[in-house]
């Protein structure tokens, strides 16, 4: 049940980026939206650990901000995936993927805590 949550709220934050950000685009349905957030939580979960792990030190020289450099990457990586895939998901260009990615990293922060809140409640 977890894993699905979390497709949803990636899935949520992706569609967010795409509605706010220029150069972020999606075209279609739930059913491919869901199949990007599929995409990025493996690019997340394989390729993203590897990058921050080699980048360590530029990551602690600019005080965390290279980090959004590394998320901006694996939102960019997920686009050329998606279209491999045929899921018509595209972002233009790296400021795209860098907005996109901070867009992405806001909104799924939000929806976890808010979700993680009416779980307590409960």
Do not use: C, E, Y
């Amino acid at each position: 049940m977890r894993f699905f949550i979390r497709l949803l709220v990636n899935s949520a934050a992706l569609w967010v980026a795409t509605q706010i950000v220029p150069g972020v685009s999606f075209s279609g349905g739930p059913g491919p939206l869901l199949g990007v957030a599929l995409v990025f939580g493996v690019v997340n979960a394989l390729i993203g650990p590897v990058a921050k792990i080699l980048t360590f030190p530029l990551i602690l020289l600019t005080l965390g901000i290279f980090a959004l450099v590394i998320n901006g990457l694996m939102l960019w990586l997920t686009s050329s995936l998606s279209s491999v895939l045929g899921l018509g998901f595209h972002v233009s260009g790296f400021w795209a993927a860098f907005w996109g990615a901070l867009v992405v990293s806001l909104v799924s922060t939000m929806l976890s805590l808010f979700i993680a809140d009416s779980k307590r409640q409960d």
